[in-house]
């Protein structure tokens, strides 16, 4: 397996109007799954434009698989697959036609590959659909086909199961699920829909306003973040690696980034009818994306 | 570079034959109305008036690079041309390259359209020289390139301020004034065919420099 890093992002900035990205210092290894979650609005697309080549950042700099993200140098582009909520497919032209299209510049296309992960998707290749009658999930298969089709180490999906139903984000979960079987990929994975990442990811990265608040392995979180209650007669008590605090009269509520260290401190403090819950990612999401800024620092 | 004008040309080589079908159609039609219903003087123009068929051609080849155009923004081609691993001033150059192709086709078969017309109709002729054949289509490609062109600097002025897309703007403005001044000063065929074709080569000079220096690719 490659140890060169599907992409760094090292101190990247890229300003709109009213908004601003970064800096972000953010690295991909090869054969992981990066979930990227965050409100409308926070920068998901923009980052994800930027390790694309799509949009410029104003500082820093972007690598992919070692070399600089350079439009005049376009090798990098080889090693990168993008699905994002517009393709820029020929709609005029059928499935097939489109693929073709692709299949000229890219030297790694393999024409193989792509009848397998048609079949795999029930994408209809040898039918003359035009990209025009398709479905949006037919689309969004056609575009993780497309994107799939050069064989590239690092595959950048926005939103790609977004407005699919159930039945077809299953098999497109289950294609990417297959896609890492090498440990060669690399998944960068934006979205809304957490119940796709908690099953894909190995880490998540929150992001608001631009900013990361936090980046941390799935697995870290479902073990240590937990919804904790108690009773304690004080009433100003900061609870260690709290993230959200609410009390209603003797009764405290929290959240904990860190149950065992905020367990151990209500042992200290003699805190009763002590009880904690486990989180879903989903939850655990919202707390993250509520508490902003002072998630880290807890 | 060539093979994403060649895949265009491809995709839209039917837009173009279709465009050119209804330019001579309607073209035919009004001759043939003209003919049918027209006075006796109507009728002694007719001739005359058949000349300008290469026009019509060249017109027609201008909607279809219109047409071209506006289809590729619609369906976001930007975004898929960028990712493809081709240099970006490639990517550029085919983009500006593509619509003169469309006139450069027109032109071909204006020329032999008019070729025919002066074999038929013999001089004189109101088109005397295929030389103005030339000037109407670089004149017609001018239009399509600044269209371009307005794109690159309406693009450049969303991600810098008014003061540093001044100067863009007003290349673009003046690049706009020498081609309608073109149109009016007195000079010869030859010199005006040249102007217009010097003002087309600065024009996409300056489009393929706004879009290599582009900081956003998205629709």
């Avoid at chain 1, 376009?74 to 393709?87: F, L, N, Q, R, S």
């Amino acid at each position: 397996m490659s140890s060169v890093p599907a992409f760094t992002l090292s101190g990247v900035v890229k300003r709109y109007r009213g908004f601003t990205l970064g800096p972000l210092d953010l690295v991909l290894q090869p054969g992981t799954v990066l979930g990227f979650v965050g409100p409308n609005g926070s920068g998901k697309t923009t980052t994800i434009n930027c390790i694309a080549g799509l949009a410029i950042p104003e500082e820093g700099t972007v690598e992919v698989s070692g070399q600089r993200v350079d439009h005049r140098v376009p090798a990098w582009k080889a090693d990168i697959g993008v699905v994002g909520e517009t393709h820029g497919f020929y709609r005029g032209w059928t499935v097939e036609e489109n693929l073709r299209f692709l299949s000229r510049f890219y030297p790694g296309w393999s024409d193989q590959r792509v009848t397998r992960l048609a079949d795999r998707l029930g994408l209809p290749l040898a039918k003359k659909t035009c990209v025009c009658n398709l479905s949006k999930g037919q689309l969004a298969k056609l575009a993780i086909v497309a994107a799939l089709g050069h064989g590239p180490r690092l595959l950048l999906l926005d939103e790609p199961t977004g407005g699919l139903d159930p039945v077809v984000r299953a098999e497109v979960l289950d294609v990417l699920w297959e896609v890492l079987e090498d440990g060669e990929h690399a998944i960068f994975y934006s979205t809304h829909v957490l119940s796709d990442i908690s099953r894909l990811a190995d880490e998540l990265v929150f992001l608001r306003e631009g900013r990361v608040l936090l980046r941390s392995p799935k697995d870290h979180l479902t073990e240590h973040w937990r919804r904790i209650s108690f009773r304690l007669a004080e009433e100003d008590v900061t609870v260690v690696a709290a993230v959200e605090y609410r009390r209603v009269r003797a009764e405290h509520q929290v959240v904990s980034a860190d149950a065992e260290a905020t367990l151990a401190q209500l042992r200290e403090l003699g805190a009763e009818s002590v009880e904690q819950s486990r989180m879903t990612i989903d939850e655990i999401a919202v707390a993250i994306l509520k508490g902003g800024s002072h998630v880290a620092p807890r | 570079m060539w093979r994403l004008v060649r895949e265009g040309l491809r995709f839209y080589g039917r837009t173009l034959l279709v465009s050119w079908a209804f330019g001579v159609g309607i073209f035919l039609l009004v001759v043939a109305i003209l003919a049918v219903v027209g006075s006796v003087r109507d009728r002694a123009e007719l001739p005359r008036m058949a000349a300008q068929m290469p026009v019509a051609i060249l017109i027609a080849s201008m909607v279809a690079a219109f047409i071209v155009t506006g289809t590729e923004r619609a369906e976001a081609r930007v975004r898929l041309h960028v990712m493809l691993p081709l240099p970006i001033g490639q990517v550029a150059l085919a983009r500006i390259l593509f619509p003169a192709i469309f006139m450069l086709l027109g032109l071909g078969v204006s020329h032999a359209v008019f070729g025919a017309l002066l074999a038929v109709q013999g001089p004189p002729h109101p088109w005397h020289r295929h030389l103005t054949v030339d000037y109407v289509a670089l004149l017609l490609l001018f239009w399509i390139e600044a269209a371009l062109a307005f794109r690159e600097v309406i693009e450049l002025g969303r991600r810098v301020r008014w003061g540093a897309a001044f100067a863009p703007r007003a290349f673009l403005a003046l690049a706009v004034a020498v081609a309608v001044v073109v149109q009016v000063v007195q000079v010869g065929a030859l010199a005006r065919v040249a102007m217009v074709a010097a003002l087309n080569a600065g024009l996409m000079t300056f489009t393929h420099h706004l879009f290599v220096r582009r900081a956003q690719f998205t629709k």
